[in-house]
Nanobody
Framework: QLQLVESGGGLVQPGGSLRLSCAAS????????IAWFRQAPGKEREAVSC????????WYTNSVKGRFTISRDNAKNLAYLQMNVLTPEDTAVYYC??????????????????WGQGTQVTVSS
C-alpha cells in the first residue's frame, strides 16, 4: 500500500518560491505516476501537474505553465513541485497523489487512488 506525505508548504510573498516534496513509502515509486492537485477555499479541487513513472513526460495546467516544475527522484522515492513567481491565486492546499503507471497517461486524473494529507500554501503580502 503506497503512502504519501507532502511537505514544504508555508507562507510566501507574491513573486516568491516554494518547493513541495512528496515522500512515498510502502512501495517503490517507479511503478507509479504522480500528480499534484490543489484546492482553494470555496473551490473545487483541480489538477496542477503530473509526471509519468519514468519522469520523461509532464503536464501542467495552463495557469502554472512556465512557473511550476514537477520532478521526481525514484531512487529516493520522492517527487517535487517547484513553484516560482507565486501569486495569491496559487493559495490552496496542495495534495500529492499517485496511481499505477499501468493505468495510462498521467493526465487521467480520475484514476488517482493514493493521496497525501495535503500541505497549505499561502501567498500573501
Amino acid at each position: 500500500q503506497l503512502q504519501l506525505v507532502e511537505s514544504g508548504g508555508g507562507l510566501v510573498q507574491p513573486g516568491g518560491s516554494l518547493r513541495l516534496s512528496c515522500a512515498a513509502s510502502g512501495s517503490t515509486l517507479d511503478r507509479y505516476a504522480i500528480a499534484w492537485f490543489r484546492q482553494a477555499p470555496g473551490k473545487e479541487r483541480e489538477a496542477v501537474s503530473c509526471i509519468n513513472s519514468r519522469g520523461d513526460y509532464t503536464w501542467y495546467t495552463n495557469s502554472v505553465k512556465g512557473r511550476f516544475t514537477i520532478s521526481r527522484d525514484n531512487a529516493k522515492n520522492l517527487a517535487y513541485l517547484q513553484m516560482n513567481v507565486l501569486t495569491p491565486e496559487d493559495t490552496a492546499v496542495y495534495y500529492c497523489a499517485s496511481r499505477s503507471a499501468a493505468l495510462g497517461l498521467c493526465m487521467l486524473f480520475s484514476t488517482y487512488n493514493y493521496w497525501g494529507q495535503g500541505t497549505q500554501v499561502t501567498v500573501s503580502s
